[in-house]
T-cell receptor, first 114, second 117 residues
Framework: AQSVTQLGSHVSVSEGALVLLRCNYSSSVPPYLFWYVQYPNQGLQLLLKYTSAATLVKGINGFEAEFKKSETSFHLTKPSAHMRDAAEYFCAVRFLSGNTPLVFGKGTRLSVIA | GAGVSQSPSNKVTEKGKDVELRCDPISGHTALYWYRQRLGQGLEFLIYFQGNSAPDKSGLPSDRFSAERTGESVSTLTIQRTQQEDSAVYLC???????????????FGEGSRLTVL
């Protein structure tokens, strides 16, 4: 079955520390992959996307993600966390077998400690 | 408009009442989606409209849920005889192209928070 899993519902890092948010998918065909961010009381905003071009994708606000087919992963990273990065992060997948909309993970809430 | 607009932003209702949630997509976007976000959960797909084609209703959780869209404009999500488990944030999104013709990127509204007492 096609699915997307985000490991860790809550991640807490110190300001300036590395951010690593994990996302794995289950599919026999490499899908399109997305990371969205949701700041408090706001809608979801696209951070970055992978659509079968370069496997290392750079997004807004210093975030990047690497598609690893062998690991069926698309983890989100940022070298140095800032207070303004505190938000909910969602991994989303567009599976290419069928006419299906985006499937979202359950989200990871990132807290940044001063 | 400049972005996806949803109303109301907050709705508190009593169990058993009907509610209507409205979504105004980005002008020119042919595809419109409704998702539900319950506390601590990911986004749950509800329904997808593409132009004048029959909508994909595969995500609607029960026959109490329905949605309409007129052409490529406003959509209304209706929940009849609301239950407490319907409490959630209902998110609307739009995209420029249909699913198969695009990478799938969606543009989201800020959501309508529904609380059923």
């Amino acid at each position: 079955a096609q699915s997307v899993t985000q490991l860790g519902s809550h991640v807490s890092v110190s300001e300036g520390a590395l951010v690593l948010l994990r996302c794995n998918y289950s599919s026999s065909v490499p899908p399109y992959l997305f990371w969205y961010v949701q700041y408090p009381n706001q809608g979801l905003q696209l951070l970055l996307k992978y659509t079968s071009a370069a496997t290392l994708v750079k997004g807004i606000n210093g975030f990047e993600a690497e598609f690893k087919k062998s690991e069926t992963s698309f983890h989100l990273t940022k070298p140095s966390a800032h207070m303004r990065d505190a938000a909910e992060y969602f991994c989303a997948v567009r599976f290419l077998s069928g006419n299906t909309p985006l499937v979202f993970g359950k989200g990871t809430r990132l807290s940044v400690i001063a | 408009g400049a972005g996806v607009s949803q109303s109301p932003s907050n709705k508190v209702t009593e169990k058993g009442k009907d509610v209507e949630l409205r979504c105004d997509p980005i002008s020119g976007h042919t595809a419109l989606y409704w998702y539900r976000q319950r506390l601590g959960q990911g986004l749950e797909f509800l329904i997808y409209f593409q132009g004048n084609s029959a909508p994909d209703k595969s995500g609607l959780p029960s026959d109490r849920f329905s949605a309409e869209r007129t052409g490529e404009s406003v959509s209304t999500l209706t929940i009849q005889r609301t239950q407490q488990e319907d409490s959630a944030v209902y998110l609307c999104a739009s995209s420029l192209a249909p699913i198969l013709a695009s990478t799938g990127e969606l543009f989201f509204g800020e959501g309508s928070r529904l609380t059923v007492l």
